[in-house]
């Protein structure tokens, strides 16, 4: 992509809901899946090993420094795997559709989560915002957000029933009210592209009156 005069993509009359996950990276929803390429945990055993190595060097000396080049080299590495994915994954969203949905994530707040931390690094959601904001206004495709607290796993796609529990191992949404049974993170895109198209309509009335 270029930042110099991004020229306005055709319209395709398409609108989606996404709901980012770890093992999904991301799933729309009209169920489009991209899998999480876990490009820090493919490296980590590379990083770990020079880690040791620097631990056993002394500070200030020339092998010190050529693994400290060598642990930046491949941490820049995986920076840029993820960073050519998001970019990859933008443009194509906006290319594809007009209006995309997202909920907006509070990022430090998960990332404080040892369990998670890790995990929520090596898909860098808050990037993935970044990046599909600017590229919406670019290309002039409209983007909608969710708040943060929004259920929209817990939430029936069918029937809006709300899960008081939802255990983060169920991969499959199970509606005790309806009998509704999905994908649980198909589930969630669809949740959101309906709270987020609900909540445009609300504010377009408020707008009016």
Sequence with gaps: DTK???????????TVGIDLGIKTFITTSDNKKIENHKFLAKSQGKISRYQQVLSNKKKGSKRYYKHCKKLA????????????LIHNVTKQLVTDYDVICVETLNVKSMLQDP???????????????????????????????????????????????????????????????????????????????????????????????
């Design 4 to 14: 110099e005069n991004p020229k306005p993509l055709p319209k395709t009359g398409k």
């Design 73 to 84: 080299k491949l941490y820049l590495k995986v920076t840029n795997q993820r960073n050519n």
């Design 115 to 209: 369990l998670f931390a890790k995990h929520l690094a090596d898909v860098s959601f808050g990037f993935f915002i970044e990046v599909i904001t600017y590229k919406c206004t670019w290309y002039e495709k409209l983007l909608l957000k969710v708040d943060t607290y929004y259920p929209s796993s817990k939430t029936c796609s069918k029937c809006g029933h709300v899960k008081e529990k939802l255990n983060i191992n169920e991969r499959i949404y199970n509606c005790e009210n309806c009998g509704h049974t999905i994908n649980r993170d198909l589930n969630a895109a669809i949740n959101i592209k309906t709270k987020a198209l609900g909540d445009q309509v609300l504010n377009e009335q408020l707008i009016t009156v």
